[in-house]
């Protein structure tokens, strides 16, 4: 998939950091971008920067928690763009806790966005690219899906099902299909993620972190993306960890 032109992607977690950076790179790229995710004024914005670049961008209201708001995205999707050839599987959320806070909801919000939710739109796509026999799907886990930290343990172990579910989803579909898996595992990047944290010593823990380190910003991530797409067809990046230099844990 070296020739990215034509090509139509799925970015969700397109609203805002890692998903509207990727969709704005790959616009540039000549690419059709669906952007999804729930907040439809940010979409609408996105699109409108995009458009003004020279790039194509179809606006996706989708709740990854509700299948049927998964269907529909990608039925609007599709009659627009023709099939999908890319899924950024991206949509996530970090409120973090000690696990003895029992924040039950927060575990369920976790477990439903950033695992059920890529399982919903992963089942929603993949069969166009089934179709096809071809297509790239990136998931994006976390150095939280490689190593497990103190007071993230949910985030955790959804980041490590993400990275579970990359790997041998890969296994399954890229000979037989003909279709790429890439797994992102990236560090600390700027985006609104430290937002979603109600408990206040959490929050205040990850804000202090920006001011020890640089963080990776969204592009960071968009480039390696990109890089990864532009890889020959018979090769697949597997796995992406990205951190910056200055996180040393
Ligand atoms: P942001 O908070 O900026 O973006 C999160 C995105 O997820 C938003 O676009 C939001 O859109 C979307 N989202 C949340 N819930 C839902 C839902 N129910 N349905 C559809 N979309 C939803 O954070 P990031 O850009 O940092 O996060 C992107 C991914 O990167 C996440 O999976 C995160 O876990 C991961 N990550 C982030 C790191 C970081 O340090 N920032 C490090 C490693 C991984 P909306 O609210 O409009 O629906």
């Not at 009659?79 to 003895?100: H, K, Y």
């Not at 806070?101 to 890529?118: A, T």
């Not at 089942?123 to 297509?135: E, N």
């Amino acid at each position: 998939m070296a020739n990215l032109e034509g090509k139509v992607a799925l970015i969700t977690g397109a609203s805002s950091g890692i998903g509207a950076a990727t969709a704005r790179k790959l616009a540039n790229a000549g690419v059709t971008v669906g952007i999804a995710a729930r907040r439809l004024d940010r979409l609408e914005e996105l699109k409108s920067q995009i458009e003004e670049d020279g790039g194509k961008a179809i606006v996706l209201e989708m709740d990854v928690t509700d299948i049927k708001s998964v269907e529909n995205a990608v039925a609007h999707l599709v009659a627009e763009g023709t099939t999908i050839d890319i899924l950024f599987n991206n949509a996530g959320l970090m409120p973090l806790s000690e696990v003895d806070d029992f924040k039950i909801d927060e575990w369920h919000r976790m477990v439903d966005v950033n695992m059920k939710g890529l399982l919903n739109t992963t089942a929603a796509a993949l069969p166009y690219m089934i179709a096809q026999k071809s297509g790239h799907v990136f998931n994006t886990s976390s150095i939280a899906g490689r190593k497990v930290f103190k007071g993230l343990t949910v985030y955790c172990a959804t980041k490590h099902a993400v990275t579970a579910f990359s790997d041998g989803l890969r296994m399954e579909i890229g000979k037989k299909h003909n279709i790429r898996v890439t797994c992102i595992q990236p560090g600390a990047v700027s985006t609104e993620l430290y937002e979603q944290i109600s408990d206040p010593v959490a929050r205040q823990q990850m804000e202090d972190l920006r001011k020890q380190m640089t963080f990776l910003e969204g592009e960071d991530i968009a480039n390696t993306i990109l890089y990864a797409l532009e890889a020959p067809a018979h090769v697949n990046m597997a796995e992406m960890f990205i951190m910056p230099t200055q996180q040393e844990w």
